[in-house]
């Protein structure tokens, strides 16, 4: 059984920083791909950035701010967040897929689901 485990977030002021992990387990981390949503009150889920072994994607709105990574050994997925906005709160998800259109970031790609993490980001 797949788990998707997040952690890291929390409450920063804009411009600060914040680094999201997920642990991963009963999956084959080291193949496939895997990514990070975020879903802010009253709005649809987003896809925000997925990384595969063919490379990485981002959402326009967080390009040269965020960056995706994993670390194979640890079965864990990372996201970098700088120069953190207050349109960036949101509850973040980490996601794995396979198999799907990793890098149009589309939910119906990903098959399994971490249960979020909060980010407020206050101006």
């Known amino acids: 059984q797949v788990q998707l485990v997040e952690s890291g977030g929390g409450s920063v002021q804009a411009g600060g920083s914040l680094r999201l992990s997920c642990a991963a387990s009963?999956?084959?981390?080291?193949?496939?791909?895997m990514g990070w949503f975020r879903q802010a009150p009253g709005k649809k889920r987003e896809g925000v950035a997925a990384?595969?072994?063919?490379?990485?994607r981002y959402a326009d709105s967080v390009k040269g701010r965020f960056t995706i990574s994993k670390d194979n050994a640890k079965n864990t997925l990372y996201l970098q967040m700088n120069s953190l906005k207050p349109e960036d709160t949101a509850v973040y998800y980490c996601a794995a897929g396979w198999g799907g259109r990793w890098w149009l970031l589309l939910q119906a790609d990903f098959g399994h689901w971490g249960q979020g993490t909060q980010v407020t980001v206050s101006s």
């Open positions: 990384i595969a072994s063919g490379g990485s």
């Open positions: 009963g999956y084959t981390y080291s193949s496939n791909y």
